[in-house]
T-cell receptor, first 108, second 113 residues
Framework: GQNIDQPTEMTATEGAIVQINCTYQ??????LFWYQQHAGEAPTFLSY????GLEEKGRFSSFLSRSKGYSYLLLKELQMKDSASYLC?????????FGAGTTVTVRA | ETGVTQTPRHLVMGMTNKKSLKCEQH?????MYWYKQSAKKPLELMFV???????ENNSVPSRFSPECPNSSHLFLHLHTLQPEDSALYLC????????????FGPGTRLTVT
């Protein structure tokens, strides 16, 4: 079975840093994705980790530890437009299994 | 049009109605997917098509019937739905089923009354 856990909600101040954790227990693993989904819109790809370590892409970074079944998404220099739901997903072949998403609210 | 498009964006239907959701991808991809997203729940994979052949049917009730006439189009035919089927239905595509990055459409918000 697939079990992917992430916090339900997080709130942070504009300009701050927020870290969204994701833990997973899955029957197979080909990589871990993070998607951003604004309300009423399609999920959009943020990052993909297949090897352990940190992947940095501008203000967003993603970390993976396969031995611990753990990933995090780090959002730096938060902007109001970063208010959205962030989805952690584990791939097993072509199948993506998603967590329920973390709603991040950025306050001025 | 670019990316993945879905129509309609919103749909309200009674339990005895028959309706269809349409997805079209303009990316030249060979794999297409249907997902269901209910409030506060993870996205659930429903169906996967690769080169117009269904490769995954994830224990979805028969009141949902997918159709993939070609690699650019995917339909989800709906009949005798239940109120608990109300959700956001998302379509996605990828280069093929060995390509991990999926591109999502904006979804159809379905309400069953």
């Amino acid at each position: 079975g697939q079990n992917i856990d992430q916090p339900t909600e997080m709130t942070a101040t504009e300009g701050a840093i927020v870290q969204i954790n994701c833990t997973y227990q899955t029957s197979g693993f080909n990589g871990l994705f993070w998607y951003q989904q604004h309300a009423g819109e399609a999920p959009t790809f943020l990052s993909y980790n297949v090897l352990d370590g940190l992947e940095e892409k501008g203000r967003f970074s993603s970390f993976l530890s396969r031995s611990k079944g753990y990933s995090y998404l780090l959002l730096k220099e938060l902007q109001m437009k970063d208010s959205a739901s962030y989805l952690c997903a584990v791939s097993n072949d072509y199948k993506l299994s998603f967590g329920a998403g973390t709603t991040v609210t950025v306050r001025a | 049009e670019t990316g993945v498009t879905q129509t309609p964006r919103h749909l309200v239907m009674g339990m005895t109605n028959k309706k269809s959701l349409k997805c079209e991808q303009h990316l030249g991809h060979n794999a297409m997917y249907w997902y269901k997203q209910s409030a506060k729940k993870p996205l659930e994979l429903m169906f996967v098509y690769s080169l117009e052949e269904r490769v995954e049917n994830n224990s979805v009730p028969s009141r949902f019937s997918p159709e993939c006439p070609n690699s650019s189009h995917l339909f989800l035919h709906l009949h005798t739905l239940q109120p608990e089927d109300s959700a956001l239905y998302l379509c996605a595509s990828s280069q093929d089923t060995s390509s991990y990055e999926q591109y999502f459409g904006p979804g159809t918000r379905l309400t069953v009354t």
